[in-house]
Nanobody, 122 residues
């Protein structure tokens, strides 16, 4: 079992930056692929970024490539999403999720956090 708690969301002006954090419980954090998802009202949930267990491989959706960066610190059981050059269309509830078996776009994410709201004003 893995419990995930996100933090770092808030209100920011367009062009600004935020860093989201996701703290995970458990002793084998490095064995989990991690992902950041987002869901805006009326829209489907989408995978924003993902990272392999030891952080050697990452994926970023085209919509955030060059602006967002996923990283992790296994010593702290934490995964981050650094967001810069934020746009109003980035407004959404952001969730982190853990996959015990794989990572990336097609992994099955079995554990989810409660989410943190990011609002970007124009």
């Amino acid at each position: 079992q893995v419990q995930l708690v996100e933090s770092g969301g808030g209100l920011v002006q367009a062009g600004g930056s935020l860093r989201l954090s996701c703290a995970a419980s458990g002793r084998i954090f490095s064995t989990y692929g991690m992902g950041w998802f987002r869901q805006a009202p009326g829209k489907e949930r989408e995978l924003v970024a993902a990272i392999s267990g030891y952080g050697s491989s990452t994926y970023h959706a085209d919509s955030v490539k060059g602006r967002f960066t996923i990283s992790r610190d296994n010593a702290k059981n934490t995964v981050y999403l650094q967001m810069s050059s934020l746009k109003p269309e980035d407004t959404a509830n952001y969730y982190c999720a853990a996959s015990p078996a794989a990572w990336g776009r097609y992994a099955e994410y079995a554990y989810w956090g409660q989410g943190t709201q990011v609002t970007v004003s124009s």
